[in-house]
C-alpha cells in the first residue's frame, strides 16, 4: 500500500480496496498515451459527465499531449441511487457548442450501459458525428445495452463500487483508490 493510501480510509473496515492509487494512475497514464497518439494532429474536446467522472478526467487530461477543451454534462438518472433506470434528466448542459468538434466522453463507469448509451443519443440528435468514450471501468457483466467504449480502463467483476469520483449517498468520491463496501447502505441515507 502506497503513502497515498495511509489514511484513515484504509482502516475502515467498511471498505475493501479492489484497485489501488498506483495502479489506477498506471492505467491512465497508458490510457493518455494512447489518445495522444489516436487523436496525434487533431484537437480533441472532452465532455466529462458530472459528478463521477471528474476525478478520472483531471487526472486523464494531464496525460493527452494534445490542444484539449472540456466541458461538463450533468446528468441525474430517474433510477434509484443504485440502479440506472436509463432515463436521465440533465441537471447541467454543456457550456460549448459540440459542432465541429472531435468528441471524447469521460464516464466514471459503465454498469447498464443505458446512461451512455442515452448521452450518445442525445449528441447524436445534436448533428455530432464522431463521438467516442473513454470509461475508466466497465463492469460486462452488468450491461443491459451495448456501448462500445473506445477506451476502458479496468473491467471489474460485478460489485457494487465507490471512490476516485464514485459514490454511494454522495461520499467516498474523495478516495484515491477503488472500494468495495462491505455494506453500501453505510452512507446512503
Ligand atoms: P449505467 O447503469 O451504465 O447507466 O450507470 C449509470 C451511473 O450509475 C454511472 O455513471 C455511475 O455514476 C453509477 N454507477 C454504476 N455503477 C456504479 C458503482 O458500482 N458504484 C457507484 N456508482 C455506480
Ligand atoms: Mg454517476
Not at 497508458?30 to 497518439?37: A, F, K, L, N, V
Amino acid at each position: 500500500m502506497s503513502a497515498s493510501e495511509r489514511s484513515a480510509f484504509t482502516s475502515d473496515p467498511n471498505l475493501r480496496v479492489l484497485l489501488d492509487a498506483e495502479t489506477i494512475q498506471n492505467r491512465i497514464r497508458e490510457m493518455g498515451q494512447s489518445i495522444t497518439s489516436d487523436y496525434a494532429g487533431k484537437r480533441l474536446h472532452l465532455v466529462a459527465v458530472l459528478k463521477g467522472a471528474c476525478v478520472f478526467l483531471s487526472d486523464l487530461m494531464r496525460h493527452i499531449d494534445l490542444p484539449v477543451s472540456v466541458d461538463f454534462i450533468g446528468i441525474s438518472s430517474y433510477g434509484s441511487s443504485t440502479k440506472s433506470s436509463g432515463e436521465v434528466r440533465i441537471t447541467k448542459d454543456l457550456d460549448m457548442s459540440l459542432l465541429g468538434k472531435e468528441l471524447l466522453v469521460v464516464e466514471d463507469i459503465i454498469d447498464t450501459g443505458l446512461t451512455l448509451n442515452y448521452l450518445v443519443n442525445i449528441f447524436k440528435s445534436r448533428g455530432i458525428d464522431s463521438i467516442e468514450i473513454a470509461a475508466l471501468l466497465d463492469k460486462p457483466d452488468r450491461h443491459e445495452i451495448e456501448v462500445h467504449a473506445r477506451y476502458i480502463g479496468f473491467t471489474i467483476p460485478n460489485h457494487f463500487v465507490v471512490g476516485y469520483g464514485l459514490d454511494v449517498g454522495e461520499y467516498y468520491r474523495n478516495l484515491p483508490f477503488i472500494a468495495v463496501p462491505e455494506d453500501p447502505s453505510k452512507f446512503s441515507k
